[in-house]
Nanobody, 123 residues
């Protein structure tokens, strides 16, 4: 079965750290760029970070720069998001997803999303 499964969410105090994981199965993980997207309560989805298929290039939303680090281990079919200096506004459900590039989209590939993991930053 083709799927992405996030884990690692939970309750953390402001200033704390948390690492999210996303395990892929059923497809060639190393062939796809990946991203993390979050959705806070009562808000729409917000892109957080992106990493290319090989793991050598990453991008971050301004609010995440300097605090979050996206990495991947293709041998383990796993994507990670290390979050430091967490703030209450980081509270959201975090989703990992494939981020197909244009040639892949042209060939018919669509985004694959996980079920999400909840991160709550509160005292």
């Amino acid at each position: 079965e083709v799927q992405l499964v996030e884990s690692g969410g939970g309750l953390v105090r402001p200033g704390g750290s948390l690492t999210l994981s996303c395990v892929a199965s059923g497809f060639t993980f190393g062939s796809y760029d990946m991203k993390w997207v979050r959705q806070g309560p009562g808000k729409g989805p917000e892109w957080v970070s992106r990493i290319n298929s090989g793991g050598g290039t990453s991008l971050y939303q301004d609010s995440a720069k300097g605090r979050f680090t996206i990495t991947r281990d293709n041998a383990k079919n796993t994507l990670y998001l290390q979050m430091n200096s967490l703030k209450p506004e980081d509270t959201a459900v975090y989703y990992c997803a494939t981020d197909p590039i244009v040639p892949q989209i042209r060939s018919g590939k669509v985004e694959l999303w996980g079920q999400g993991t909840l991160v709550t930053v509160s005292s």
